[in-house]
């Protein structure tokens, strides 16, 4: 009986951890469809927001599938054996880096807390990534991949699209676990939700297809608007959105990205997307932790007063 237990606990986890490599591949391939150096570096990498979202849920258990997930999304597309082994370690290594900062933190995955939303920005995305990026740039440029001099802008791409994944994937994946039907909803929050997502696509398109003047400020009211209306669910789903078609904008050198350089337009496009993010993922957790105050003073308010009531002659 015991090793029966003990057999389906061993399958489960080999079965977690090939859905996680999975779905670090399959989330790479459709980040590849917008590479901009050499193929294989683009400024929206998906599955560091998979891996980190993955470890946050299951723990270092599943590292496994991260390596594999990294090893074959890289093979294809390596220049050589030797840096790909190198790319898919740091791919690896980043992830765990920024996992183990976010526990140190004391990390919630619930994402209700202000810390928690600061944590994850700067702690997970823009510090952990910092690894995979100087180790996958660092070896294309010592294996002749690219040249010494496109050291920085292949930099500062790699290291957008790692930091990109885990701003705005990673807390999708986890509201998105979370998830439940609603109750008790009218129609008036329903069309109010389909509205909110309606109009901040079409500002956004707007916003990163206009040339000439840079109007990308035009989207945070949506995304205010979603965190305090639809608090962590409505600033997740909102911000992955926002960045994505900033992200596909940049890939096209429209709007605020066109005629300037690579280095120039990630350096724009990492700092937009990480206000964005942190913009709607703090607004969120302020709202959050009002709300849960409110709903806790008022539930021992109603038990002050039973209480009292009890007690009166």
Same mark, same amino acid.
């Given at each position: 009986?015991?090793?029966?237990?003990?057999?389906?606990?061993?399958?489960?986890?080999?079965?977690?951890?090939?859905?996680?490599?999975?779905?670090?591949?399959?989330?790479?391939?459709?980040?590849? /469809?917008?590479? #901009?150096? %050499?193929?294989?570096?683009?400024?929206?990498?998906? !599955?560091?927001?998979? *891996?980190? +979202? &993955?470890? $946050?849920?299951?723990?270092?258990?599943?590292?496994?599938?991260?390596?594999?997930?990294?090893?074959?999304?890289?093979?294809?597309?390596?220049?050589?054996?030797?840096?790909?082994?190198?790319?898919?370690?740091?791919?690896?290594?980043?992830?765990?880096?920024?996992?183990?900062?976010?526990?140190?933190?004391?990390?919630?995955?619930?994402?209700?807390?202000?810390?928690?939303?600061?944590?994850?920005?700067?702690?997970?995305?823009?510090?952990?990534?910092?690894?995979?990026?100087?180790?996958?740039?660092?070896?294309?440029?010592?294996?002749?991949?690219?040249?010494?001099?496109?050291?920085?802008?292949?930099?500062?791409?790699?290291?957008?699209?790692?930091?990109?994944?885990?701003?705005?994937?990673?807390?999708? /994946?986890?509201? #998105?676990? %979370?998830?439940?039907?609603?109750?008790?909803?009218? !129609?008036?929050?329903? *069309?109010? +939700? &389909?509205? $909110?997502?309606?109009?901040?696509?079409?500002?956004?398109?707007?916003?990163?297809?206009?040339?000439?003047?840079?109007?990308?400020?035009?989207?945070?009211?949506?995304?205010?608007?979603?965190?305090?209306?639809?608090?962590?669910?409505?600033?997740?789903?909102?911000?992955?959105?926002?960045?994505?078609?900033?992200?596909?904008?940049?890939?096209?050198?429209?709007?605020?990205?066109?005629?300037?350089?690579?280095?120039?337009?990630?350096?724009?496009?990492?700092?937009?997307?990480?206000?964005?993010?942190?913009?709607?993922?703090?607004?969120?957790?302020?709202?959050?932790?009002?709300?849960?105050?409110?709903?806790?003073?008022?539930?021992?308010?109603?038990?002050?007063?039973?209480?009292?009531?009890?007690?009166?002659?």
């Amino acid at each position: 009986m015991v090793d029966s237990a003990r057999l389906r606990q061993q399958t489960a986890k080999l079965l977690t951890v090939l859905a996680v490599a999975v779905c670090y591949y399959a989330t790479a391939r459709l980040g590849l /469809l917008q590479q #901009l150096v %050499r193929g294989q570096v683009t400024p929206l990498w998906p !599955p560091t927001g998979i *891996a980190v +979202a &993955a470890l $946050l849920v299951f723990g270092v258990r599943i590292w496994p599938g991260i390596a594999l997930g990294a090893l074959a999304a890289n093979i294809t597309i390596g220049p050589s054996a030797l840096p790909v082994l190198v790319i898919a370690a740091g791919n690896t290594v980043a992830p765990l880096c920024s996992y183990l900062l976010l526990r140190r933190a004391e990390f919630r995955n619930e994402l209700d807390r202000l810390r928690d939303a600061l944590a994850l920005v700067f702690l997970g995305a823009l510090s952990g990534m910092l690894i995979s990026a100087t180790v996958g740039t660092g070896i294309l440029a010592l294996s002749g991949a690219i040249q010494a001099s496109d050291f920085w802008p292949t930099w500062s791409v790699w290291w957008t699209g790692d930091a990109m994944g885990v701003m705005v994937v990673t807390p999708f /994946l986890l509201v #998105l676990r %979370r998830a439940r039907r609603p109750h008790d909803v009218g !129609p008036a929050r329903w *069309a109010e +939700a &389909a509205a $909110l997502g309606v109009c901040t696509v079409a500002v956004t398109v707007l916003v990163t297809d206009t040339a000439g003047a840079s109007l990308l400020f035009l989207v945070f009211p949506f995304l205010i608007w979603a965190a305090f209306r639809f608090e962590r669910a409505g600033a997740a789903c909102c911000a992955l959105g926002v960045s994505t078609l900033a992200i596909l904008a940049a890939g096209r050198m429209t709007g605020p990205f066109a005629h300037h350089g690579l280095l120039t337009n990630m350096i724009t496009l990492q700092a937009f997307n990480g206000s964005a993010a942190l913009t709607s993922l703090l607004l969120a957790a302020v709202v959050t932790e009002r709300n849960s105050t409110y709903r806790e003073i008022k539930r021992l308010c109603v038990q002050l007063s039973e209480k009292v009531t009890r007690q009166d002659p």
